[in-house]
């Protein structure tokens, strides 16, 4: 099953399939194995050490800022690519040069963050610094299996790197003495072991270039993340980071030790959030599945918040004693209000990343809770009580704010416009035309592709998308495609025929293709297409064929039988000089589709057949089969309605070829038999005089 198959699977119980539950499950281990890690180092440090240890933690999420928005802005290209191939090598370069400027300019500042903590020594900062590098780069791998939905690895990854080995080399090295130093350490050691991990199924990858456009993360996508991610990350840390500038050293150690507590209700949440994001992701959170994914995904947090916050506010003193020990009991009256605050926490995170997805400015809503919170931190920080309300009265406020985006109708394509019912006239060298009804997000990923091969050409293009009367909302993936050359006509249900014809009346085009919108046909089969055009001897179709003996094709028995059946029929009927007619993969020249077009009339499945009956009664022969891929793997089936269907409309276009005679005359002509290639003279007759029977105001066209 390819990614774009998984992502098209968007109720809540598709989430724990694909690694989805062992990635749950290893996010509990590791939240288990950060207490564990908690527990004895806070025994080992001291409150006073301690609250130093939190402090810089705090940093670490304040970096893990640009490191979350690497990883979101990775997973968010990886899956609106699908499965074009991803030049991995070159984005990890670049990521380990942004490591490496990174630590280099917080180790300059390292003195001015010791002194603003009061550490009295600048290598635990140094050692923040140092874990900027493999943070990076374990980022951006995060981030492509996420988008790949490999949870698998990358929850190995989480159990054995952020969990077992940092705990391990943790209790090592603060029991050598080390001190905060020490568990700094460890958490670079651990990242540098998680890192290894993520990046083993990825080896192949780092190690090749693919051919091809390289991927780039549009920048207003990057910097959206960055900051929508680091708005909720600054206000997450804020509290622990003031307390420990504005309180005693005891007293920020209690509150940095109720505050670690409280995240225990944000682990699962969290986990489904990141599964949650990549189908978010694909569909830019545009259309139905979209929103009751999201409302699924929100009841889901929510349950899961206010069960684990409930045990803490039940438990707190047990809970703090078990964790940080008696010289911690202080902290057990502030536990409960910041488990309920973790609680709402979740389900702005979620609402944070659902945001991202629709590009919508709501995303930046923690920056002004990190604002609210800093100042009623400043005017009530007298015990840690007073704290710990302040930021449970900040996160109400900013969870409604970001509820008030959330069921606001999707964003609108652009305004549609009255098609004029007759064959545009070429004024670019190629025109793909995709048919699509209710495709579901997989269809953004695809049309994204074929407009990068086009690009890719160097050839000029236009894309036409025709929604065939959806209700899904498909029709807003082209909107992150406006400027790159796609237009979107909009009509009634009518049939994939009807939906080309109404396509490739609008084509301007020397050449016009079309191409199924479920992405069955990867979009770089277009490039070789393209080629075949530019031979001497111009053909006049090029079609995709699953017989070619170059052609990479494994389907079911009972579907190749139906295949060899409707083959042999069509031979017997048409004598056609091809050996597949139904492959959605079809590029035919521009005098071709003049003359063919305004003589058909098949609105379902066998316009293809009838496209090429026609073509070849009008004495057009250059017909050449081209070897295509079929990635999904046929997992859909055949209804006998559907057979019996296209055999009907098989017979009709044999009805109106040999009885009726109808594809010897245009729609204005009387019957005048033709069986001679058409002159350029005739080819505009025909145009001028046969304009296709398109009912006026039915079709719609975006520009």
Request: contains cysteine.
């Amino acid at each position: 099953m390819s990614i774009r198959d998984k992502l098209s699977r968007l109720p809540l119980r598709e989430l724990t399939k694909g690694g989805g539950l062992s990635f749950l499950l290893a996010t509990g281990t590791v939240g288990l194995s950060n207490f564990i890690f908690h527990v004895v180092i806070s025994r080992l440090l001291g409150p006073d050490q301690y609250g130093a240890l939190g402090a810089l933690l705090n940093v670490v999420l304040v970096l893990g800022v640009p490191l979350g928005a690497v990883q979101a802005a990775v997973t968010r290209t990886v899956a609106l690519r699908g499965e074009a191939p991803l030049h991995l090598r070159t984005i990890a370069n670049r990521a380990i040069v942004a490591g490496i400027i990174g630590t280099v300019v917080l180790a300059g500042l390292s003195p001015v963050i010791a002194g603003f903590l009061h550490l009295g020594s600048v290598t635990p900062v140094l050692m923040l610094a140092v874990l900027l590098v493999p943070s990076v780069i374990g980022a951006v791998l995060q981030g492509v299996l996420v988008g790949k939905l490999q949870f698998t690895p990358f929850a190995i990854a989480m159990v054995v790197g952020l969990g077992v080995s940092r705990l391990l080399f943790g209790v090592v090295l603060v029991e050598a003495g080390l001190g905060v130093t020490g568990a700094m350490l460890a958490t670079v050691a651990s990242a540098v072991v998680t890192v290894g991990i993520v990046a083993w199924p990825l080896r192949r990858e780092l190690r090749t270039h693919p051919a091809g456009p390289a991927e780039h993360i549009r920048l207003e996508h990057g910097m959206a993340m960055l900051f929508g991610l680091g708005g909720y990350w600054v206000f997450v840390g804020i509290d622990t980071f003031l307390a420990r500038h504005l309180m005693a050293p005891h007293a920020a150690g209690l509150y940095a030790a109720a505050a670690t507590g409280s995240r225990i209700a944000l682990f699962g949440p969290g986990a489904l959030v990141i599964l949650a994001f990549p189908r978010f992701a694909a569909n830019h959170g545009q259309g139905p599945e979209a929103k009751r994914l999201l409302v699924q995904t929100m009841i889901a947090v929510s349950c899961l918040g206010v069960v684990i916050a409930g045990l803490i506010v039940a438990l707190p003193g047990p809970l703090v004693q078990t964790l940080f020990g008696k010289s911690f009991t202080g902290s057990a009256g502030t536990v409960g209000t910041l488990a309920v605050e973790a609680a709402i926490l979740g389900l702005i995170s979620l609402l944070v990343y659902y945001h991202l997805a629709r590009n919508s400015l709501f995303a930046q809503v923690g920056w002004v809770g990190a604002g609210v919170a800093a100042v009623g931190i400043s005017l009530f920080h007298q015990d840690l009580g007073q704290v710990a309300y302040v930021m449970l009265g900040t996160s109400a406020l900013v969870l409604v704010l970001s509820m008030v985006d959330v069921f606001r109708p999707d964003r609108n394509p652009p305004k549609p416009v009255e098609v004029s019912g007759k064959l545009a006239a070429d004024t670019c060298d190629f025109s793909i035309v995709v048919p699509f009804y209710n495709p579901g997000p997989r269809f953004g990923p695809h049309l994204s592709n074929i407009v990068e091969v086009l690009e890719a050409s160097g050839s000029t293009f236009e894309v036409i998308a025709v929604s065939d009367g959806s209700t899904d909302g498909s029709e807003h993936a082209i909107s992150e495609l406006d400027r790159q050359r796609v237009r979107l006509i909009t009509m009634p249900h009518g049939g994939k025929g009807s939906a080309l014809h109404a396509g490739m009346t609008e084509a301007r085009g020397r050449y016009v293709g079309f191409i199924d919108a479920d992405g069955d046909l990867p979009a770089l089969l277009i490039s070789n297409f393209i080629e075949l055009t530019r031979v001497d001897n111009a053909p006049d179709i090029v079609l995709g064929s699953k017989r070619h003996p170059d052609s990479d094709v494994d389907y079911p028995w009972l579907r190749r039988l139906y295949s060899l059946g409707y083959q042999t029929l069509i031979g017997i009927l048409f004598r056609l000089p091809v050996r597949d007619t139904q492959t959605g993969l079809k590029f035919v020249r521009r005098e071709v589709l003049s003359a063919v077009v305004p003589r058909m009339v098949e609105k379902r499945f066998a316009f293809d057949l009838e496209l090429l009956v026609v073509a070849r009664h009008l004495g057009y022969q250059n017909f050449v089969e081209a070897p295509v891929q079929i990635v999904e793997r046929f997992s859909s089936t055949i209804s006998m309605r559907a057979v019996w269907n296209m055999t009907v409309d098989t017979l009709a276009i044999f009805y109106r070829l040999h009885i009726l005679r109808y594809y010897d005359r245009t729609p204005s002509d009387p019957p005048a038999p033709s069986y001679s290639k058409p002159t350029s003279q005739q080819l505009s007759t025909a145009t001028a005089s046969a304009p296709l029977n398109l009912e006026e105001g039915a079709i719609e066209v975006s520009h």
